[in-house]
């Protein structure tokens, strides 16, 4: 430990049931003098987030379900309170006690949440790129200082780090890694034939279903040239990403004096939300499996991306051109079409073709607000679910 004897920091998780939910809790867990956990937050997962309680006894708990937080409120110690429905995330990030929220949930729920605690002025490690993607014109805004938005995405965590102490016009392009998904060196005939199954097993990193079917098809990667151009305010030509299958370098900047940084660890989210959480300290951690690899065993490669095989990361890469509504678009078309393929209905080669179809029916304006942006991302997710199942209304939740 770096510090004892001073007042551990609050620190609310949205999406603490999750994966990279569950990395920002690990380093609570193991740094009990530096973090005291306020508030949680989740959607359903009722015994994860029991579980949780227990272990952390934060003050506040929701449950963006009404039905969970229900059976939740019967198993936690009454002392606990527990809120539901989409508000009660604006309740978790303006929690009083509460020094950083972090922003871990997946989906569009927690923009309102992550602006109500930008603008009271809260510390903000954010994971979630949907938000960024489509709320980015007025989130970003919100944003007083560098510090107070903390990516804990690997890649843009590893950028943020490389621009400490550096002015935005000496930047003269951003690099984000990708691994290349489990299907990087896979054929086209292939790739036709993949299975839900197979796109689920990431070589890298364990995460959650949505983001890894998403390293799959390479939109990960797009989205997050579309989050790095928010956060760091960057053009779209500024932005791009190379494959390095290692996952050993996460962010590299070119400055406009021929000079490169790279950011290098290894490959596990823990990393990240310890930096996040400590800034602008660095945790003492002492965990074999987050040692970086001794030197002489690295064997470091880099590849362009075949945009040909991966068509989703140039879709995604011509609506970090095009702007306006065509993130948010791409946002909700991607949700469905991973949801779809999940459940047996679309193929994995057939989702890029889905997301083009919803991009290119759009009649309407480019949106002048966040609830603007996200109510084009619900109508492309509508329009996914027409285009699925020609002439039925859409049953599905589209939550
Ligand atoms: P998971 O599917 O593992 O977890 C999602 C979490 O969000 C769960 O805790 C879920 O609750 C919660 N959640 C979903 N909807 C709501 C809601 N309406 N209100 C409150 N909580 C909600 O996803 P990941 O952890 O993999 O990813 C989360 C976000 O972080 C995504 O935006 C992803 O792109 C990003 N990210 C993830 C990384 C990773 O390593 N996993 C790396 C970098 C970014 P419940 O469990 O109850 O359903
Ligand atoms: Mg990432």
Redesign the pocket.
Known sequence: MIRTGTTPSGIAVIGATGSVGGAVLDVCRSFPDRFHVSALSGLSNVSRMTALVKEFSPELVSMCDPEAAASLKRLVPPGTKVLSGIDSLTDVALFPGTDQVVFASSGTAAIPALMSALEAGRSVSLAN?ESLVIAGPWVMPLVRSKDQMRPL????NAVWQCLSGETDRSIQSIL?TASGGPFRAMGTRELERVTPRMALKHPVWAMGAKITVDSATLM?KGL?ILEAMQLFRLPAGKVRAIVHPQSLVHGMVLFSDCTMKWLLSSPDMRIPAAVALAYPERLQIEDAALEFPPLETLSLSFEEPDLKRFPCLSIAMEAARTGGATPALLVGADDIAVKAFLEGQLSFTAIPGLIEQVLTSYPGPSPTSAEEAIAIMEWSKRKALEILCPGKPSRRSIS
């Open positions: 790129k995405d690997s890649e843009h984000l990960n997050e």
